[in-house]
C-alpha cells in the first residue's frame, strides 16, 4: 500500500520538530504531490520556509493555503510573519487584522497586530522627519572620542596616548567579552571610528593577493555566535598577518552575542588591516539589525549613538572581495542580468543602505538554485541563479570560483554548480537549535579550497534573539 497524505504529513511534521527544516520542505513537497492544495499541508511548508528564511517561498505557499481555504487561519500567520520580515508592512498588517476578525480572542494574533501597527506608525513617522540626503549629518561628524572618560572601575586593559589597537589590547578585550563584561564606551568609539576611517577608504570590490607559499581562510556567517568565533580562532589561529581571515558577511543578528563578534573583528581589523577582510552581508543593514536583535542588544549593552554609528560604519563595508585573482568571494551571489563585470561592480556607490533591487541587492541576497537561468528568489528578494550563470559570470571575468555564504547547511558547506560555487557557513547549530556543523575554507597559494567543519561550543545561557523587541513575530 502506497503512503498516505497523513503518512506523509506526520513523517515531515516529524523532520521539522526536528528542526531539520529543508528536509521538511522536501517532505511536505512529497506529500504535496499526493494531496494536491492541501491547506494544511501548504502551510505547514510556508512554516518549515519561514524558519530557513525562505519569506517568498513562505509567502507564495500561504497564498495557495488561503486560496485553497479561506478560512484557514494559520495560512495569514504564515503570509503576515513574511511579509512582516521583508518589511511589506501593510501586506502583514491585513493578515493579522484578518486573523483578529476571524479569532477575536487570539491573543498571538491581537500581539503581532499590534506589533505591525507600531511598525507601520514608526515607519511613517521615520518618512516624514527624514532629511534630504545631502542635509543628513554624519553620525561619526557628531562623535568626539578624546572627550570621553573612561570610568575609574574599568579593570580592562587601556590603549595608550597614540590609540594604537595592539594584540594585547585585543587579547584582553576577548577575555573580557568571554566574562560577559563590556568594553569601555570610550574604547568601543575609537574601534568604531578607527574602522571608519579604513572601511571608508577600501573599494567596493577588493583584490586580495595570496602569495606563493601563504593561505587564506574564508568564514561564512557568524551571527552574533562568539563563542563559535572563538573556536575557529583556536582551532584556526587567532588573525595576524600571516594568517588572515576573510569573514563573508552576517556577522551579527540573531545570536546575541553580537556585539562581542563584530568588536572583536574591527578591532583585529584596526590593529592589522591585512589580518581580516570584512564582506557587507545583508544583516549589516538597518532594516535586518532593528528586526533581528543587533540595533537592540547594542543600545542595551552601549548607547543608542553607538548603535547609530554602526549603521554607518556597516555602510562603508566592502560588497566583494577577489582572492589570489581566482576566486569571488560575496556574501549572497549573482545577479539578474548577464554581462555584469568586476569594472561595473567597482562602480557601485556602496555608502547607503542597499536598494531593493539591482546588483548592490542581490550581491547581498541572491542564492544559487538548481534550475538554469534564473528563477524568482525563494527570498522574495534578489534571485535564484543557476549554473549555467555561475560559469558565464566566471568566464566573462576571467575567474575559476564563487565563494558565497547567507545559507545554513547541515554540513557547514555545499559545493554546487558542477563545482564551481561553494556555500561557506560559520555559525554551527544556528539559533540553537539547528544542529548543523560550522566550516571554514581554506586556501593555499594555488587557491585549492580545503575545508574544515567544526560543532558549536557551548556559552552562557543567552538566547538567539534576546535583544529582539519582536522576536514574537517570528515563533
Known amino acids: 500500500m502506497g503512503e498516505t497524505p497523513e503518512s506523509l504529513k506526520a513523517a515531515a511534521n516529524a523532520l521539522f520538530k526536528e528542526h531539520k527544516y529543508a528536509k521538511a520542505v522536501e517532505a511536505y513537497s512529497r506529500a504535496l504531490e499526493v494531496s494536491p492544495n492541501n491547506a494544511v499541508l501548504l502551510s505547514n511548508r510556508a512554516f518549515a520556509h519561514v524558519r530557513l528564511e525562505n519569506y517568498g517561498s513562505a ?25 512582516y520580515a521583508l518589511g511589506h508592512l501593510a501586506d502583514a498588517l491585513k493578515d493579522f487584522k484578518t486573523v483578529c476578525r476571524m479569532q477575536p480572542q487570539d491573543r498571538d494574533g491581537r500581539l503581532k497586530l499590534k506589533e505591525c501597527e507600531n511598525a507601520l506608525r514608526k515607519k511613517k513617522f521615520e518618512e516624514a522627519i ?34 594604537v589597537i595592539t594584540q594585547t589590547f585585543v587579547e584582553d578585550m576577548i577575555a573580557r567579552f568571554k566574562d560577559q563584561k563590556t568594553l569601555a564606551f570610550k574604547y ?62 552576517d556577522f551579527v543578528d540573531r545570536g546575541s552575542y553580537s556585539t562581542e563578534v563584530i568588536m572583536t573583528l574591527l578591532a583585529y581589523k584596526c590593529m592589522d588591516p591585512s589580518c581580516v577582510h570584512l564582506v557587507r552581508g545583508n544583516h549589516e543593514t538597518a532594516a535586518m539589525n532593528k528586526m533581528y536583535g543587533f540595533d537592540g542588544e547594542v543600545k542595551a549593552k552601549y548607547s543608542v549613538k553607538l548603535a547609530d554609528l554602526f549603521q554607518e560604519v556597516f555602510q562603508y563595508l566592502p560588497l566583494a572581495i577577489v582572492l589570489g585573482e ?67 559570470f566566471l568566464e566573462l571575468n576571467n575567474l575559476e570560483l564563487v565563494v558565497r555564504s547567507h545559507e545554513v547547511k547541515d554540513e557547514g558547506f555545499e559545493v554546487d554548480h558542477d563545482g564551481k560555487l561553494i556555500t561557506v557557513f560559520s555559525a554551527p547549530n544556528y539559533c540553537d537549535q539547528m544542529g548543523n556543523k560550522g566550516a571554514f575554507i581554506r586556501f593555499e597559494s594555488d587557491m585549492t579550497p580545503h575545508f574544515t567543519q567544526f560543532e558549536a561550543v557551548p556559552h552562557p545561557p543567552s538566547r538567539p534573539m534576546q535583544y529582539a523587541s519582536n522576536s514574537h513575530m517570528f515563533q
Open 130 to 163: 527624514a532629511a534630504p540626503e545631502d542635509e543628513l549629518v554624519k553620525i561619526s561628524d557628531t562623535v568626539d572620542v578624546d572627550a570621553m572618560v573612561i570610568d575609574s572601575t574599568y579593570d580592562g586593559a587601556h590603549l595608550g596616548d597614540d590609540k
Open 59 to 83: 509567502i507564495a505557499d500561504a497564498s495557495s493555503a488561503v486560496e485553497s481555504d479561506p478560512n484557514y487561519i494559520k495560512a495569514y500567520y504564515r503570509r503576515g510573519t513574511s511579509q
Open 326 to 392: 581566482k576566486v569571488f568571494v560575496v556574501h549572497g551571489g549573482l545577479f539578474s542580468r548577464d554581462g555584469v563585470t568586476l569594472d561595473d561592480l567597482r562602480k557601485i556607490d556602496r555608502f547607503h543602505e542597499p536598494p531593493d533591487s539591482g546588483e548592490f541587492c542581490e550581491m547581498l541576497w541572491s542564492d544559487p538554485g538548481p534550475m538554469p537561468g534564473r528563477q524568482p528568489s525563494k527570498r522574495g528578494v534578489g534571485v535564484a541563479f543557476g549554473a549555467d550563470v555561475t560559469k558565464k
Open 188 to 249: 568601543a568609539f575609537e574601534i568604531l571610528m578607527q574602522s571608519k576611517a579604513i572601511l571608508e577608504a577600501l573599494p567596493t570590490l577588493v583584490d586580495v593577493p595570496v602569495p606563493e607559499g601563504t593561505h587564506f581562510t574564508v568564514c561564512g556567517d557568524v551571527h552574533g555566535q562568539f563563542f563559535d568565533m572563538c573556536n575557529i580562532f583556536d582551532l584556526n589561529g587567532h588573525p595576524s598577518a600571516s594568517n588572515p581571515y576573510l569573514f563573508n558577511g
